[in-house]
């Protein structure tokens, strides 16, 4: 994937604007082309033809046609007289082993994000999640409705997992963990993270805070890569359930982008009265600029928690959350930019 890019602040044309118009059709013609099997059928055999893709694929003559017109459009594939290959940034997800994580995200994108994303409109005028009201079930936020939608839930768990093992070589290389004994994982989804840390550091003992109901799915990956003896996993509300007490680290890994600023506040409070004196917050996740103008990801990305998950959430800048800390007692704050294709960046307080 590329790294990330310097804002372009050249005014838009009218192309820019006939893309964004048309944007959520471009969508569909990435997500057909990822779940029809086009681009896994090219990257292994190129410079096939419109007829042999077709047959391939068992897709008719004028539903191929729209939809390899619709990829070549994009640049998605290329047209070279009467064949068909990947572009030269589809094949490089393939060459670099990460072709299963970008779909895993197209199709929370196109599942999830869509569906909810139907009421972004009302969700800004109502300022609440009113997307939550395209997902059956009885729980206030997305979360807790995800064990009452089990093709929904294997979705997002299936994506958040290939999100984090996307992004957290970012958080390795980044921070050194040697100095921690104990850390604890608030909400730390299906333990991707949590075992890729444990992974890299054999001394280290984890604890992962969980709602419930999600408990039994870190578990059972937990359980898988042999590390039951290292990581406990505990199911709590993290706004209700009292935080473990004297410890060394809390690490709120993509979680502080689902909540309004005052709840984020609270939970990193929690988190500096339970932490013994020279303990440190981590936080992890995309983060906006302080000029509030960008990356464009991290807009883009910010409708999603606006329409969804609960209400108030967003990708929030880096004052933003060095407000939260200051305000739960952190004096002693640290940025670390990551230069990578998603906007992530680490900022560790320390008491």
Sequence with gaps: MINSIEK?????????????????????YLYAGCELGVFQLLSKQPNLS?????????LEPYPIKCLLFG???????????????NSSIIQKLFADKIWQEFYDIVLFEARIVYVGQVDFVESLRQNKNIGLRQFSGKGTDFYHRLAENPEIEKIFYTYMSSWSRLTNPLL???????????????????????IAIANKYPHLQISLLEIPNSCPIAQKKIDEHGLTDRIEVHGCDIFVDGFPQKQECFLFIHVLVIWTLEENTLLLRRAYEALK???????????????????????????????????????????????????????????????????????????
């Design 8 to 28: 372009d602040k050249t005014p838009i044309g009218i192309n820019d604007l006939n893309f964004l118009l048309f944007g959520h059709a471009a969508f569909q």
């Design 50 to 58: 419109k007829s042999e893709i077709g047959i391939l694929l068992k």
């Design 71 to 85: 990829l070549t459009a994009l640049k998605l594939i290329i047209k070279t007289e009467d064949t068909y290959q």
């Design 172 to 194: 390795l290389e980044k921070v050194d963990f040697s100095k921690f004994n104990k850390i604890i994982d608030v909400s730390g989804g299906d333990a991707t993270n949590t």
């Design 277 to 351: 004196p020279g303990g440190s917050v981590i936080i992890f996740n995309s983060i906006s600029s302080d000029s509030e103008d960008g990356p464009v990801m991290s807009a883009l990305d910010s409708a999603y928690f606006v329409s969804l998950p609960a209400t108030g959430g967003m990708i929030y800048t880096w004052k933003d959350h060095e407000q939260c800390l200051r305000e739960a007692g952190f004096t002693q704050i640290e940025r670390i930019k990551c230069n990578f294709w998603t906007p992530h960046g680490i900022i560790i307080a320390t008491k």
